[in-house]
């Protein structure tokens, strides 16, 4: 709970000059003594609530607040806490005054216990980058993936020149945009890099992307933020940088920020609302949602990042927060089984009911497969809402087109849309991922579920001029796999079905999605990758294509990391120890010895 301070007003007490103090054997007249003992009173305010604004103030401030208004602490390395800067809200502090580490016993932190990296790579099966970085023995797989590595750091050359330090590269215009979703914290491009950086041996250019985050990564701004964005890319990305590295930077960056997200959750349901001003703590929902609701994909997706600062601060309260959200979705009557994508964080109530697989849905049913498999297949809750989650939307949102093609459709109180968006496609992996663990008479018939999603995928893909998919692609009116309105068609970088291709890889070794994922490295060379950069398209059905002048960050992370990770061999970042968050960040899976860890040594 973050508390914010309120500026007492003191005001100032003036006499006026005709008083005069007399002395008698009696002492003081009953009118002067009363102006005195104010005067007195009004001094001792004045001093008293001094004592607030002075610079060195936190401790005595600990004195005087109740408990619930008391300064929360993080647990880092060696027991120290950390302060959380919600008190001051300057945004003249230096970049560092977000890591000052006080010693402090507010809220009962064991200071005998803190994260040990060491024991943490002990609980992994298998080594994090494999015996060879999972370099593959094949001379033209190889040949492919050293392609995806030169296209990442032609990406982060561009970006670096044109752009260093703003969230994301314009490469048409040669210069840095910084947009809205993340509340005045920059460097987006730079902390989705990290990961994708170390794991394709770009070394030269990580060290430069580390000593960035360290030095000029400010977590002390005053904006209006996407708690989901923050969380998937800032959070996400720092706590893989850390699991990957056990850089303390790391962990000490993403403990502050963590922090400053739990005041989202200061709704009557203790749903978050969408938007969190990282300086104050004030949240609200997004203004184009319907009622002030809050959308599913958003405090859906915050399960896996959330459940991991609650390991390394040795805080339980970030796993709270998100076992609240599942309480409260398992408690709620769902129509047909199914999850609608706007939910009222004051009432607790649906608000609409509109059902997507894809764009305001999508990674809410990717964390709860996800956390079933991070928790080392213990989190048997999250088993069940997969799977229940999983029949219903075969039951009411699977079809097949005339042409035999499977696709998801979206769901309108119970009238079907015939379309599906290109974010639904990494569901084709999702299906995939979860095939082992339904029940055994199911397996096959999962794997040939996510078999035929991804290829209808490919077929949006392949039904295009450019051989890249548009936004969204319908089933009506004789189309199939085809963007019939102006507004879809559009190529933005995105990775969904190139992640469904890996998935897909990795767990058939069909090699069609190596041949498929080549497709695509093709495609973004020829239409996408400009002079400065790779930019996105506005027509995918265009001869001639018109680019948007926008380097997504998440092209970073996610489309060349898939990529890379479809060209090489299964041992980098295995499935057994790691599962992406939907960001593409790999987060260690929690097993039992992983937490006892934190022991006493």
């Known amino acids: 709970s973050t508390f914010t301070h309120e500026t007492r007003h003191i005001g100032k007490l003036t006499s006026r000059d005709s008083v005069r103090v007399e002395s008698s054997g009696m002492g003081l007249r009953l009118s002067q003594k009363f102006v005195f003992l104010l005067f007195l009173s009004g001094l001792v305010t004045l001093c008293f609530g001094a004592l607030f604004f002075l610079p060195d103030s936190v401790r005595l401030k600990r004195i005087f607040l109740s408990k619930t208004e008391s300064q929360p602490v993080t647990k880092v390395a060696g027991g120290e806490a950390l302060e959380d800067m919600t008190l001051s809200r300057s945004k003249t502090d230096s970049a560092s005054k977000d890591e000052k580490v006080t010693s402090s016993s507010n809220q009962g932190a064991n200071t005998d216990t803190s994260f040990d990296y060491n024991k943490f790579k002990k609980c992994l099966l298998k080594p994090p980058l494999g015996i060879e970085h999972g370099k593959p023995s094949d001379p033209q797989t190889l040949q492919r993936r050293e392609k995806v590595k030169e296209m990442m750091k032609f990406a982060w050359d561009n970006y670096k020149s044109f752009a260093w330090g703003r969230n994301e590269l314009r490469p048409l215009t040669r210069n840095g945009h910084i947009g809205n979703m993340f509340g005045g914290l920059r460097g987006a491009s730079i902390v989705d890099s990290l990961d994708t950086l170390y794991i394709m041996g770009l070394m030269d250019e990580y060290n430069d992307a580390k000593e960035w985050v360290e ?269 019939t309105r102006l507004s879809d068609r559009y190529y933005i970088l995105r990775p969904e079905v190139i992640e469904s291709y890996m998935y897909m890889w990795r767990l058939t070794h069909d090699p069609k999605y190596r041949e498929w994922g080549w497709e695509a490295v093709e495609a973004l060379e020829q239409h996408c990758r400009v002079e400065a950069g790779f930019s996105g398209i506005r027509d995918v059905y265009a001869q001639t294509v018109s680019h948007d002048n926008m380097q997504q960050s998440f092209f970073l992370s996610e489309t060349l990391k898939y990529l890379y990770l479809l060209f090489s061999d299964d041992d980098l970042l295995p499935l057994e120890d790691w599962v992406f968050n939907t960001e593409a960040h790999p987060l260690p899976v929690v097993r039992k010895s992983f937490s006892l860890q934190k022991q006493v040594k």
């Open 215 to 483: 030095t000029s990564l400010d977590l002390n701004s005053n904006g209006e933020a996407s708690l989901f964005e923050v969380n998937i890319r800032y959070v996400g990305g720092l706590l893989s940088a850390y699991y990957l590295t056990g850089e303390e930077m790391f962990k000490r960056k993403v403990m502050v920020l963590g922090e400053k997200l739990l005041p989202a959750f200061n709704t009557p349901t203790g749903i978050p609302r969408g938007v969190i001003n990282l300086g104050s703590g004030t949240s609200w929902s997004w203004g184009w949602a319907s009622a002030g609701s809050s959308i599913l994909a958003e405090f859906g997706t915050l399960h896996l990042e959330f459940v991991h600062l609650s390991e390394l601060s040795n805080n339980d309260i970030y796993t709270e927060k998100v076992m609240n959200i599942r309480k409260l979705l398992n408690k709620i009557e769902k129509p047909h089984g199914l999850y609608p994508n706007f939910l009222s964080p004051v009432s607790g109530n649906w608000v609409q009911h509109h059902v997507s697989i894809g764009g305001l849905g999508d990674s809410f049913y990717e964390y709860l497969i996800k956390s079933y498999l991070m928790s080392d297949k213990t989190d048997e809750e999250a088993k069940k809402m997969y799977y229940s989650a999983l029949e219903a939307i075969e039951a009411n949102l699977v079809q097949k087109s005339p042409g035999g093609l499977t696709y998801m459709a979206e769901w309108r109180g119970g009238i079907l849309d015939h379309k599906m968006g290109h974010l639904a496609c990494f569901s084709g992996g999702m299906v995939v991922i979860g095939a082992d663990d339904g029940a055994p008479e199911k397996r096959q018939h999962y794997l040939d579920l996510a078999a035929e999603i991804t290829h209808t995928c490919h077929e949006s893909y392949s039904r295009s001029a450019t051989k890249l998919g548009p936004e969204a692609f319908r089933f009506d009116g004789g189309a199939e796999a085809t963007a």
